[in-house]
Protein backbone atom coordinates (compact mmCIF):
# COMPACT_ATOMS: atom_id res chain seq x y z
CA UNK A 1 0.00 0.00 0.00
CA UNK A 2 1.40 3.40 -1.09
CA UNK A 3 1.83 5.98 1.66
CA UNK A 4 3.18 9.26 2.58
CA UNK A 5 5.29 9.86 5.86
CA UNK A 6 5.49 13.55 6.70
CA UNK A 7 8.30 14.76 9.68
CA UNK A 8 9.71 17.94 10.18
CA UNK A 9 6.52 20.69 11.51
CA UNK A 10 7.19 21.45 15.02
CA UNK A 11 7.46 25.46 16.70
CA UNK A 12 9.81 28.01 15.82
CA UNK A 13 10.38 31.64 16.37
CA UNK A 14 10.12 34.05 13.48
CA UNK A 15 12.68 34.14 11.65
CA UNK A 16 13.92 30.41 12.26
CA UNK A 17 14.50 27.42 10.31
CA UNK A 18 12.28 24.19 9.99
CA UNK A 19 12.70 21.26 7.13
CA UNK A 20 9.94 19.17 6.49
CA UNK A 21 10.57 15.71 4.80
CA UNK A 22 7.95 13.11 3.05
CA UNK A 23 8.75 9.89 1.90
CA UNK A 24 6.70 7.81 -0.66
CA UNK A 25 6.74 4.06 0.78
CA UNK A 26 5.54 0.90 -2.09
CA UNK A 27 6.67 -0.36 -5.07
CA UNK A 28 6.39 3.43 -7.00
CA UNK A 29 8.19 5.91 -8.38
CA UNK A 30 7.42 9.75 -8.31
CA UNK A 31 6.09 12.04 -10.84
CA UNK A 32 5.75 14.88 -9.29
CA UNK A 33 5.66 15.98 -5.38
CA UNK A 34 5.49 18.97 -3.13
CA UNK A 35 3.88 20.56 -0.44
CA UNK A 36 0.77 22.66 0.10
CA UNK A 37 -0.70 24.27 3.07
CA UNK A 38 -3.68 25.27 4.80
CA UNK A 39 -3.93 27.54 7.62
CA UNK A 40 -7.28 28.27 9.89
CA UNK A 41 -10.25 29.52 8.06
CA UNK A 42 -8.90 29.50 4.71
CA UNK A 43 -8.11 27.27 1.51
CA UNK A 44 -5.33 25.15 0.46
CA UNK A 45 -2.94 26.38 -1.10
CA UNK A 46 0.24 25.57 -3.19
CA UNK A 47 3.46 26.09 -1.55
CA UNK A 48 6.28 24.08 -4.05
CA UNK A 49 6.22 21.73 -6.14
CA UNK A 50 9.48 20.12 -8.14
CA UNK A 51 8.82 17.40 -10.71
CA UNK A 52 10.89 14.16 -11.63
CA UNK A 53 12.79 16.45 -13.96
CA UNK A 54 13.88 18.76 -11.31
CA UNK A 55 11.59 21.82 -12.61
CA UNK A 56 10.39 23.55 -9.63
CA UNK A 57 7.40 26.37 -8.72
CA UNK A 58 6.93 28.13 -6.10
CA UNK A 59 4.02 30.42 -4.46
CA UNK A 60 5.28 34.32 -4.22
CA UNK A 61 4.85 33.79 -0.87
CA UNK A 62 7.85 31.91 -0.15
CA UNK A 63 9.83 32.28 -3.10
CA UNK A 64 13.44 33.06 -1.46
CA UNK A 65 12.36 31.94 1.71
CA UNK A 66 12.01 28.27 0.95
CA UNK A 67 13.92 25.55 -1.14
CA UNK A 68 12.60 22.22 -2.29
CA UNK A 69 14.40 19.40 -3.30
CA UNK A 70 14.16 15.64 -3.49
CA UNK A 71 15.58 12.39 -3.85
CA UNK A 72 14.53 10.30 -6.44
CA UNK A 73 16.12 7.02 -5.69
CA UNK A 74 14.09 7.17 -2.03
CA UNK A 75 11.05 8.86 -3.30
CA UNK A 76 11.49 11.61 -0.50
CA UNK A 77 10.86 15.65 -1.16
CA UNK A 78 12.32 17.27 1.39
CA UNK A 79 10.85 21.79 2.27
CA UNK A 80 13.60 24.07 3.84
CA UNK A 81 11.79 26.94 5.41
CA UNK A 82 14.22 29.52 6.30
CA UNK A 83 13.10 32.99 7.85
CA UNK A 84 9.98 32.25 8.81
CA UNK A 85 6.77 34.52 9.47
CA UNK A 86 3.90 34.14 11.29
CA UNK A 87 1.73 33.83 8.37
CA UNK A 88 3.75 30.84 7.47
CA UNK A 89 2.03 29.11 10.70
CA UNK A 90 -0.76 26.05 8.49
CA UNK A 91 -0.70 22.21 8.12
CA UNK A 92 1.64 21.45 5.83
CA UNK A 93 0.58 18.32 3.55
CA UNK A 94 2.50 16.50 1.28
CA UNK A 95 1.37 15.72 -2.22
CA UNK A 96 2.55 13.54 -5.31
CA UNK A 97 1.78 11.63 -8.01
CA UNK A 98 3.58 8.44 -8.13
CA UNK A 99 3.46 6.10 -11.06
CA UNK A 100 3.06 1.89 -10.17
CA UNK A 101 3.50 0.77 -13.59
CA UNK A 102 0.16 0.96 -14.78
CA UNK A 103 -1.07 4.36 -13.90
CA UNK A 104 -0.31 7.79 -11.83
CA UNK A 105 -2.27 8.22 -8.76
CA UNK A 106 -2.01 11.35 -6.72
CA UNK A 107 -1.55 10.98 -2.76
CA UNK A 108 -1.61 13.12 0.23
CA UNK A 109 0.35 13.09 3.23
CA UNK A 110 -1.60 13.66 6.88
CA UNK A 111 -0.48 16.90 7.51
CA UNK A 112 2.03 17.78 9.81
CA UNK A 113 1.44 21.42 11.75
CA UNK A 114 4.43 24.14 11.50
CA UNK A 115 3.66 27.45 14.03
CA UNK A 116 5.48 30.33 13.62
CA UNK A 117 5.70 32.61 16.81
CA UNK A 118 5.88 36.51 16.77
Known amino acids: QVQLVESGGGLVQAGGSLRLSCAAS???????MGWYRQAPGKQRELVAV???????NYADSVRGRFTISRDNAKNTVYLQMNSLKPDDTAVYYC?????????????WGQGTQVTVSS
Open 95 to 107: NADLFNGREINRY
Open 50 to 56: IASTGTI
Open 26 to 32: GSVSSIA
